[in-house]
């Protein structure tokens, strides 16, 4: 483990001697002694983690020495030990921004040493929180989570890039497993927003009479359950975003209630009185197209134009040519490395029926194709047969190809053709044509090879 700088500004010789001998007892701090401000002040360069302040010292006071160091570094947390004994002083300190305040007596080794403890758990706390969110911050970066390179993503791209710089709402659109989500999370942790909370609801997912609880919060009491008071999303995503998934699926009474909370931009919780003021960055998402819903009579049309702000078309998979090879090896990587699996590559055959494929889940089934692809597959490579397209039946994946009725016909007779041995007269009886047009079929097709 690093070291753990501890000043101690203490004039007492004896006192400050047998405070710092008492904390070296512990391998893992290093402490420096000082006698007054001055030199304290003069060696905050080192960075200590914490400093350990006497409230009165030949050259200053606790409380002035405190504000000259907030000045200098406001990040050091500050103990002020001292022998006076009234709570207002100590209050005062705490106000000021002191961590803790010890009162000179035979405890105060051990309550500073409990004390140190405590602040250096929770400096840790918040680094390894930092560094979370750091981590976050990359994994959300473009280039880390949207991939594609195809002209339809470039323009979501584009607009998520306009987003970043105002507060505007934003409102995606898009088929399931698009990447609403992760678009959204891209815009978050992409704009100023980004160290403030992310919070998302999605509509589908939570029963109806929930969701204005969800929404404003509750005091205790407010309804039978709510045994304790509760922060709503709203509240919860002040400073940041607030993503609202499924936004369709909003029931009309609650539409209206949503409308006055984006309106006023203050919340009350059920069963509260007091108003909540909340600054987030809406960004809702759906598969359904809103305007439909509003001409049924759905979706309310005020509240339709109250979130639409920038509204962004996630393109489906089929729309994105060859981004869905990129996926795919994407997707492949990714499964080999976290089942620490050799290399696995895709055949080019395994690759034209992917691109041929219309992929009615979009990537999240892309991925799922893929996993099952990469344990399926023989000698690290991904073969036609390893392909399983669950989610449509074989007909509609025929279907699927563009191609010319003239075309279809040619490719189910070729295929009842193989599967009768090439028995052209058992074909023909089974389809119900002609032998000529099977004869023919299969000299054009020679012809052509
Ligand atoms: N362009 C992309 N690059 C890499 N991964 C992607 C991309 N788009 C989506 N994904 C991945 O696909 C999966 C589905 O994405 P996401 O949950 O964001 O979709 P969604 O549109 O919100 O889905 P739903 O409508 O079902 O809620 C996630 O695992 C996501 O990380």
């Known amino acids: 483990m690093k070291s753990f700088k501890i000043f101690v500004v203490e004039d007492d010789p004896f006192f400050g001697e047998s405070l710092k001998y008492h904390l070296k007892l512990n391998p893992d701090f290093e402490v420096f002694l000082f006698k007054t401000g001055k030199e304290c002040l003069d060696n905050l360069f080192q960075n200590p983690g914490i400093i350990c302040l006497d409230f009165g010292l030949p050259d200053t006071t606790g409380d002035v020495l405190l504000k000259k160091i907030q000045q200098i570094n406001n990040k050091i947390p500050i103990i002020i030990i001292s022998g006076q004994e009234e709570i207002e002083v100590a209050v005062d300190f705490l106000k000021s921004g002191a961590k803790d305040y010890i009162v000179k007596n035979t405890h105060t080794k051990e309550l500073l040493w409990n004390s140190i403890i405590k602040i250096r758990e929770n400096l840790s706390l918040i680094e390894e929180v930092e560094e979370l969110k750091e981590k976050l911050e990359q994994k959300f970066s473009f280039e880390n989570t949207i991939l594609g390179q195809s002209d339809a993503i470039k323009v979501v791209?584009?607009?998520?890039?306009?987003?970043?710089?105002?507060?505007?709402?934003?409102?995606?659109?898009?088929?399931?497993?698009?990447?609403?989500?992760?678009?959204?999370?891209?815009?978050?942790?992409?704009?100023?927003?980004?160290?403030?909370?992310?919070?998302?609801?999605?509509?589908a997912a939570i029963p109806k009479e929930l969701v204005e609880s969800e929404f404003f919060g509750h005091e205790k009491g407010a309804f039978?359950?709510?045994?304790?008071?509760?922060?709503?999303?709203?509240?919860?995503?002040?400073?940041?975003?607030?993503?609202?998934?499924?936004?369709?699926?909003?029931?009309?009474?609650?539409?209206?209630?949503?409308?006055?909370?984006?309106?006023?931009?203050?919340?009350t919780r059920l069963g509260g009185k007091s108003v909540i003021k909340f600054n987030a960055r809406l960004i809702t998402a759906t598969h359904k197209d809103l305007k439909e819903e509003v001409r049924k009579g759905t979706f309310r049309e005020d509240l339709y134009y109250r979130i639409t702000g920038l509204p962004i078309e996630l393109p489906p998979l089929r729309e994105r040519g060859h981004d869905i090879l990129l996926l795919a090896k994407h997707f492949c990587d990714l499964f080999t490395k976290e089942n620490k699996l050799k290399n696995i590559t895709i055949s080019k055959e395994a690759k034209e029926k992917?691109?041929?494929?219309?992929?009615?889940?979009?990537?999240?089934?892309?991925?799922?194709?893929?996993?099952?692809?990469?344990?399926?597959?023989?000698?690290?490579?991904?073969?036609?047969?390893?392909?399983?397209?669950?989610?449509?039946?074989?007909?509609?994946?025929?279907?699927?190809?563009?191609?010319?009725?003239?075309?279809?016909?040619?490719?189910?007779?070729?295929?009842?053709?193989?599967?009768?041995?090439?028995?052209?007269?058992?074909?023909?009886?089974q389809l119900d044509i002609g032998k000529s047009t099977i004869y023919n079929l299969i000299q054009s097709s020679q012809t052509k090879k």
């Not at 509760?230 to 409308?259: C, H, M």
């Not at 449509?392 to 010319?404: C, G, Q, R, V, Y």
């Open 157 to 203: 791209f584009n607009k998520i890039n306009k987003s970043l710089s105002t507060n505007i709402n934003v409102s995606i659109n898009g088929e399931t497993g698009t990447g609403k989500e992760i678009a959204a999370k891209a815009i978050h942790y992409n704009s100023d927003r980004r160290n403030k909370p992310f919070v998302a609801l999605n509509m």
């Open 224 to 267: 039978t359950g709510a045994d304790q008071r509760s922060a709503g999303k709203f509240e919860q995503a002040d400073g940041g975003t607030i993503f609202l998934d499924e936004i369709a699926e909003l029931d009309l009474n609650l539409q209206s209630k949503l409308l006055r909370v984006l309106q006023e931009r203050e919340v």
């Open 354 to 429: 992917l691109l041929k494929y219309k992929f009615p889940g979009n990537i999240r089934e892309l991925k799922s194709i893929i996993d099952l692809a990469c344990v399926m597959c023989e000698n690290n490579e991904i073969s036609v047969d390893d392909l399983t397209f669950e989610s449509i039946n074989a007909a509609d994946f025929f279907l699927s190809e563009d191609k010319t009725l003239k075309e279809f016909t040619a490719e189910i007779i070729l295929y009842y053709l193989k599967k009768n041995n090439e028995d052209v007269l058992k074909t023909a009886r």
